[in-house]
């Protein structure tokens, strides 16, 4: 049977809609069919087929009023409740000050936690920055935010961009607290896309809610098919951007510089007609960054280089802390107390004890030895033994592997080996920066570098002399007492 032309019909396991028929101009030759899929995930594509020839053909026949009447007729009251939660739907969608999605969550929703939500609303467009401190519940206010707006039906398509360490967090936060699922969109999944559809399909098409960590994002691999997937403006889209200070340009020097995630940030998110960012820390001391930021959040309100005034952001920022919702005695947040306490007793050959005081006079011999020295050999010297103090800090085992990689350093000094003019610039100590890569390297990987670092200092804070011998016998004793206590 040949189906019509406003039909419904099932093909290659997807529901279409037939918009035209060509019938074949002799019996032996087939039947053409155009095609519009009707499944959510490749909504509006557009198929052409040859019908006599497809396997699992067939048409989707409508359900006629005659089966529907053979049903009976509801109750008075099971038909008053579908009536009234049509009735509140409507509502909803046109009134701005009635909630529905706190109905609709699996949460105790605190009363504070609704202000995002109600400034939400209250946009045009959903360009809010979500930055209460932390412990207060970012998330819970952004699923109300997005279950709100599905409900709405103002949001289609969203993308949750995050840290990799929470992503597996979002996901199950956001199904297990609001019912809405969520794809992670990573090498697997766009494995399994290629193996389904084709290695030309764009696997962002085959859904419609997705989770991408930053370092993900970052790689042209996986943002040029969104770019394409979102087009030059996508109407109902919506990015989440978790950790938003991230993308703020922000570097060591004078002027804060662009990193990869912010170019790519503000190259994708120009084309969501709404976005959330969230944040605990949303300005990094720059005011350039800050406005930086913002101009990405929302180019019509505000520009790079322009002071931010508070009764700008005002409009588009939630920021609470926990000592505001304290005094207003909401939430019930304990006030946190320093108490000092006092350690004694130990015992005075406890090897952390005798590292730490013989690490203190090996710092203060390399000051006076490098007194007069340039002001970078001062400063990568002063690395040098921040690093390893925060090694001691953390385990005679870290103080160890970094005092191995130190001595190689010096010795590389000592013998003249691999040795550069002038003093390179390290990264011993790193900044938190938005275009770190560490969360995804392995432990092993991430020991190797450190060891690296350290080696480079050391040779660039003992050009300018070379360590004394009573440097010497320190670092000796202190790699004795390492080796025999890690």
């Known amino acids: 049977m040949i189906p019509q032309p406003g039909q419904v019909v099932r093909v290659r396991s997807r529901q279409y809609l037939v918009e035209g028929v060509l019938r074949p101009p002799e019996p032996q030759q087939q039947t053409i069919i155009d095609l519009s899929c009707l499944d959510d995930d490749a909504q509006g594509s557009r198929l052409s087929v040859l019908w006599e020839t497809e396997l699992d053909a067939q048409i989707v026949q409508p359900n ?83 279950r709100e707006l599905l409900m709405r039906q103002r949001v289609r398509r969203i993308v949750v961009a995050c840290p990799p360490s929470v992503v597996y967090q979002w996901r199950d936060e956001l199904e297990q607290r609001f019912g809405l699922t969520f794809v992670i969109f990573d090498r697997h999944y766009v494995q399994a896309r290629r193996e389904e559809r084709g290695y030309g399909a764009n696997p962002w098409k085959a859904h419609t809610r997705f989770i991408i960590s930053h370092a993900l ?44 995630l912010t170019r790519v940030v503000r190259e994708i998110a120009r084309r969501f007609e709404h976005r959330l960012f969230l944040s605990a820390t949303p300005h990094n001391g720059h005011s350039n960054s800050f406005s930086a930021l913002l101009e990405i959040l929302d180019p019509q309100r505000f520009c790079r280089g322009v002071p931010v005034r508070a009764k700008q952001h ?31 007793g130990l015992p005075e050959d406890a090897p952390e004890l005798r590292l730490m005081a013989i690490l203190e006079e090996y710092r203060s011999l390399r000051e006076l030895r490098l007194g007069k020295a340039s002001k970078s050999i001062r400063n990568a010297s002063k690395l040098v033994i921040i690093s390893l103090q925060k090694r001691l800090l953390s385990s005679i085992e870290a103080f160890a592997c970094s005092l191995r990689a130190h001595r190689r350093g010096l010795e590389k000094t000592a013998g003249r080996l691999d040795r550069e003019p002038g003093v390179q610039q390290l990264s011993l100590v790193r900044p938190p920066c938005a ?52």
């Open 217 to 260: 994002l970052r790689d042209e691999d996986y943002a040029a098919p969104l770019r394409d997937w979102l087009g030059s403006f996508a109407p109902g889209a919506m990015l989440i951007l978790d950790e938003a200070h991230n993308a703020a340009p922000a570097s060591g020097s004078k002027y804060a510089i662009d990193s990869k």
């Open 314 to 344: 005002a409009a588009v920022i939630v920021r609470r802390l926990k000592g505001d919702l304290r005094e207003l005695g909401v939430g019930g947040f304990p006030a946190r107390k320093i108490i000092p306490r006092v350690i004694d």
């Open 435 to 486: 275009d770190d890569d560490l969360a995804e390297l392995p432990e092993e990987d991430l020991r190797r570098d450190d060891e690296e670092d350290m080696v480079a200092a050391s040779v660039s804070s003992d050009q300018a002399a070379p360590p004394s011998e009573k440097e010497w016998a320190l670092l000796d004793q202190m790699t004795s007492i390492a080796e025999a206590s890690r």
């Open 64 to 146: 006629s009023w005659e089966a529907v009447a053979q049903r009976g007729f509801d109750s008075p009251r099971l038909f008053a409740a579908y009536l009234n939660a049509q009735r509140w739907n409507l509502v909803t969608s046109t009134n701005a000050k009635l909630f529905q999605a706190p109905h609709r969550a699996g949460i105790e929703v605190m009363t504070y936690q609704l202000e995002p939500l109600r400034k939400a609303l209250s946009l045009p467009r959903v360009n809010l920055f979500i930055a209460d401190d932390v412990g207060l519940g970012k998330t819970i206010e952004a699923g109300l935010i997005l």
